[in-house]
């Protein structure tokens, strides 16, 4: 019944409206009823229950062939859940694969990139090394060099010592010589001064007489000659005086001149006294050089005569032996032939003794061979010693020598060092002084700007509660009525209770006037000016205006 429950309402429905249709069809035309009346006749229409049989099988028949549609409709629907289904569970194994195939090659690229991480780690890796070793040399590099630098920082610096020193003494010669050529110059100029001063004092005296003589002319003709002598000898007495003042002038010049040229000559003295000390240290330093290279080839030549004076000797006692050899081979052979010819003159008797007197000359004479090769060999080894001595002794001058500069070296080094450590020291020191001194005044900079902006801040908040307090009085002045009958120049002290906007939540009088009327309307005025005016620094609300005490005394 669930399942046909569709399609039997719909039958039903379709009966209904054909029952309802056959029902319109027999209702009556009112346009044709109009034009005639006609009589009421009562119409009806008999159906044959064959037909109405007919019709329901119809519609059986129909209904039937709805459920059947529907019945292939829903199989055609079924049909396409399932392939839609196959569809599905094919586009899922399809999505399955493609996942896998996707993780795989996620996995594959997730593996590729951490072997790609792990060469760019293995090359930064490399590569921060070498930075590391480039950054090592770099600094080695840099430190010799700063090393470097110092030293020659160091060497410009006793360079430019020297230069400063010599340049010093250079401007100290020419200020010496040019304070020299001003004060001749002061002294030209004061001799001329003075000349044409007294130059002057002649010609005013002179002027002066003239007009004397202009004005006695007349008066005396007379003495025309004795003034005119008078005037002559004035004349030459001045022009006596002028020369007399002239030659004191040029003594005087002289004499500053000398003096000029005696400090002159004492700056040349001390500057060629400086010249020879130096000369003379430079001679002192060329003279031990000289004595010691002296000393060297004194020390050589010593060696060497000694060497000469040993082969000498053994030349000597080579020469010595030879001719003691020589000389007792002669005796020997004069003797051999005075015993010959008196053994021969004497008899052949003797010939054994003469033939034991051979023997025994040439036994002579193979020791006297074997002597004079002992001689030699004694004064081979004897000049061999001597050379030995001499190379020996030319190999410790040599090694002294070395060691001496070897230990010079050592201590120039060792003095070179303790001066770079103690440069170094001296750099740091002033470093971090510099560093103190910077911090110090950065400090004091910073206390300073503190207690300024403090200074200023008091300031600025003491202005602003003189402008609150000015505004407060006006606004609670302003707010006030005078009570009838109070007296004039009354005075009370309100103790005010504020908000930060300014609103009061309290007004007490804690200092009466005497006059209670007159308090409660101070205390009301307070009330009505509210809001009172506030400063906008909290810090300075919180301290003055939070709580505070105003002093009411209205004008």
Not at 1 to 30: C, N, Q, W
Not at 159 to 167: F, M, P, T
Not at 329 to 353: G, H, I, M, W, Y
Request: aromatic letters at 2%; hydrophobic letters at 40%.
């Amino acid at each position: 019944m669930r399942k046909y429950g569709t399609s039997f309402t719909l039958a039903l429905a379709l009966h209904v409206i054909i029952v309802l249709l056959f029902g319109f069809s027999f209702e009556p035309d009112p346009e044709k009823a109009k034009p005639e009346a006609a009589p009421d006749i009562i119409e009806a229409t008999i159906f044959d229950d064959s037909q109405i049989q007919a019709e329901a099988e119809r519609l059986k028949q129909v209904e039937a062939e709805k459920v059947q549609a529907e019945r292939q409709h829903q199989q055609e629907v079924e049909n396409a859940r399932r392939t839609e289904q196959q569809l599905l569970e094919q586009a899922n194994r399809q999505r399955q694969i493609e996942a896998k195939k996707a993780e795989e090659a996620a996995e594959k690229i997730k593996q590729e990139a951490l072997e790609q991480e792990q060469k760019k780690r293995e090359q930064l890796e490399a590569k921060r090394q070498a930075e590391e070793q480039k950054q090592q040399e770099l600094k080695e590099k840099r430190l010799q060099e700063e090393k470097l630098a110092q030293e020659t920082a160091e060497k410009q610096k006793q360079a430019e010592k020297r230069k400063q020193e010599a340049e010093a003494h250079e401007a100290k010669l020419k200020q010496q010589k040019l304070e020299a050529q001003k004060a001749e110059q002061e002294r030209k100029e004061q001799a001329q001064q003075e000349a044409v001063k007294q130059q002057k004092a002649a010609e005013a005296k002179a002027e002066k007489e003239k007009q004397l003589v202009a004005e006695k002319a007349k008066a005396e003709q007379e003495k025309k000659a004795a003034d005119a002598k008078a005037k002559a000898e004035a004349v030459k007495q001045a022009a006596l005086a002028a020369e007399k003042a002239e030659k004191q002038r040029e003594a005087k010049l002289a004499a500053e001149k000398a003096e000029e040229a005696k400090q002159e000559a004492a700056i040349k003295a001390k500057a060629e006294k400086d010249k020879q000390l130096a000369a003379e240290k430079e001679a002192q330093a060329a003279k031990a050089k000289v004595e010691k290279e002296s000393l060297e080839v004194a020390a050589k030549a010593k060696a060497e005569q000694e060497a000469k004076t040993a082969a000498a000797k053994a030349e000597k006692d080579k020469q010595a032996a030879a001719a003691k050899a020589k000389a007792d081979q002669e005796a020997k052979t004069a003797a051999a032939k005075a015993e010959k010819d008196r053994q021969e003159a004497v008899a052949k008797a003797k010939a054994e003794q003469e033939a034991k007197a051979a023997a025994a000359k040439a036994e002579k004479d193979k020791q006297a061979a074997a002597a004079k090769a002992k001689a030699d060999q004694e004064a081979k080894a004897a000049a061999a010693k001597a050379e030995k001595d001499r190379q020996e002794a030319a190999a410790k001058a040599k090694a002294e020598q070395e060691a001496k500069a070897a230990a010079a070296k050592a201590e120039k080094e060792k003095q070179e060092a303790a001066a770079k450590a103690k440069a170094e020291q001296e750099r740091l020191a002033a470093i971090a002084a510099a560093e103190k001194a910077e911090k110090d005044r950065q400090a004091a900079e910073a206390a300073a700007a503190a207690a300024k902006a403090e200074q200023e801040r008091q300031a600025a908040a003491a202005a602003e509660e003189a402008r609150i307090n000015a505004l407060i009085k006006n606004r609670t002045e302003a707010a006030w009525v005078s009570p009838m009958g109070s007296a004039q120049g009354l005075k009370c002290t309100i103790q005010v209770k504020l908000l930060p906007t300014g609103e009061v939540m309290d007004a007490v009088v804690v200092g009466s006037s005497g006059d209670p009327v007159f308090d409660r309307s101070a205390e009301n005025a307070v009330r009505k000016a509210s809001p009172l005016p506030v400063p906008q620094d909290k810090i300075l609300f919180n301290q003055k205006y939070r709580v505070f005490n105003l002093s009411f005394k209205p004008d």
